[in-house]
């Protein structure tokens, strides 16, 4: 059984900047559903200076006990228990979901998985959801820095199946579940945050 709580340094670093950001889109009072919640770390945080959300964090469920460590110790009214989740599943613990936030994802993923995600999402947004995505992406096929480049590398060695998207195909792909880019915004460490909004 875990007893420490797991630990991300990048989690650390992009946190705040991350803040700045979903701070001006989630200012509605909402549930967002956090895909891929990892460490918990994010969760924590958001969830403490953004009180006027509900936080739902959601991993694959062999990370679920580190994220209840962070949660446990945060003591937030507002950060929900995380709830086991994999894209692949066809029946999420859900109903309907108004704004989704999601990090350091999709370059983990492999192209299918990534598909799959967008599928569910289809099914499970409401006609006025949010999506904020976070992380690295290559344009027109080209990376936007030799360290990213370096990473795909890493990556690709560590899991052939995944590695850095294209933003084009996952616009592609947003567009399937009626979402639009409202924002490509540039972040520290060569990362993007998309904001993506459900078309009127």
Known sequence: MTTEKPFSQSCENNKKPILQIIKTV???????????????????????????????????????????????????????????????????????????????????MSSDEVRLLFERLATYLSTAATMCIYGPFNYAGIYTSESNARFDLWLKERDAMSGIKDFEEIMRLAETCGLALEADNAMPANNRLLVLRKRA
């Open 26 to 108: 989630f200012h509605q009072p909402a549930t967002v559903w956090e895909i891929g919640s990892g460490t918990g770390q994010h969760a924590c945080h958001f969830a403490e200076n953004l009180p006027h959300l509900a936080w739902q964090p959601t991993d694959r469920a062999e990370n679920l006990a580190g994220i209840h460590l962070w949660r446990d110790e945060a003591q937030l009214a507002n950060l929900l228990p995380p709830l086991s989740l994999d894209v692949a599943d066809l029946l999420w613990p859900c109903d309907c979901i108004d704004a989704v936030f999601t990090a350091n994802t999709l370059h983990i």
